[in-house]
Nanobody, 124 residues
Framework: QVQLVESGGGLAQAGGSLRLSCAAS????????MGWYRQAPGKQRELVAT???????NYADSVKGRFTISRDNARNTVYLQMNSLKPEDTAVYYC??????????????????WGQGTQVTVSS
């Protein structure tokens, strides 16, 4: 399984921006889909954004228009650009290597490879 390492989290003010990175230990060219999840204290982990090998992306309604997911296969890295941050975006953000399943939300089937997470805190 590919190893994933997230970075780029930190403290931001409401309305600010952060860019998260997810670096893979191996090639992501053959990984059909990658996803970003987040988990806030006391809440379940939720899927935030996914991107397929074609470049097609899907987003949770709560982040649509504010977050952008991208992938750089040459660098084996997936990014999550987060703009217009809100306090409710505060969470630990996790990267996942998965696959495509058109019967599932966002056409995404999570895989077993997870990063350690990166904390994002948005102050009001």
């Amino acid at each position: 399984q590919v190893q994933l390492v997230e970075s780029g989290g930190g403290l931001a003010q409401a309305g600010g921006s952060l860019r998260l990175s997810c670096a893979a230990s191996g090639s992501i060219s053959n990984i059909n889909a990658m996803g970003w999840y987040r988990q806030a204290p006391g809440k379940q982990r939720e899927l935030v954004a996914t991107i397929r090998s074609s470049g097609a992306a899907n987003y949770a309604d709560s982040v649509k228009g504010r977050f952008t997911i991208s992938r750089d296969n040459a660098r084996n890295t997936v990014y999550l650009q987060m703009n217009s941050l809100k306090p409710e975006d505060t969470a630990v953000y996790y990267c996942n290597a998965g696959g495509i399943n058109y019967a599932r939300p966002y056409y995404y089937a999570p895989g077993g490879s997870w990063g350690q997470g990166t904390q994002v805190t948005v102050s009001s």
